[in-house]
């Protein structure tokens, strides 16, 4: 995690930068996101019992990863922004019905909002690892 530092009249404000590694990981998650919460739903409502040793801890490690990644998603000031993020990774569309759905913007301002998103998410989660 990089910390940059800025000067505001006088006063130093520290916040996080994800490094490029961690936006990389941030969108692999993201990408990966209706997968990893398919694989929760299933072993939620068929149960615990029986499961084996691996699959228990992927089961644990996705639903930490599910959980972060919605609150980082939640954490995005920007509502169209986030808007752009859940649409495109949470429902999972592709980036050609993203780009529909949000015709209002030229499609590079699309690509350069969810690029803002993808960084956001890398932001939040780079502070809680």
């Not at 998603?73 to 019905?97: C, N, P, T, W």
Request: proline letters at 2%; glycine letters at 4%; zero cysteines.
């Amino acid at each position: 995690m990089a910390l940059a530092v800025e000067w505001y009249e006088g006063q130093m404000e520290l916040f996080p930068l994800a490094t490029p590694d961690e936006i990389k990981a941030a969108k692999s998650i993201l990408s990966r996101y209706r997968r990893m919460q398919a694989v929760v739903d299933d072993i939620d409502r068929n149960g615990l019992d029986g499961l084996a040793p691996k699959a228990l801890a992927i089961y644990n490690a996705y639903k930490l990863k599910l959980h972060r990644t919605d609150r980082a998603i939640r954490l995005i000031a920007d509502d169209d922004i986030r808007r752009m993020i859940e649409f495109r990774y949470i429902k999972g569309q592709s980036h050609s019905v993203t780009i529909g759905r949000f015709n209002l913007w030229h499609r590079s301002t699309v690509d350069r909002k969810i690029n803002r998103g993808i960084e956001a998410v890398a932001n939040t989660l780079s502070m809680w690892e």
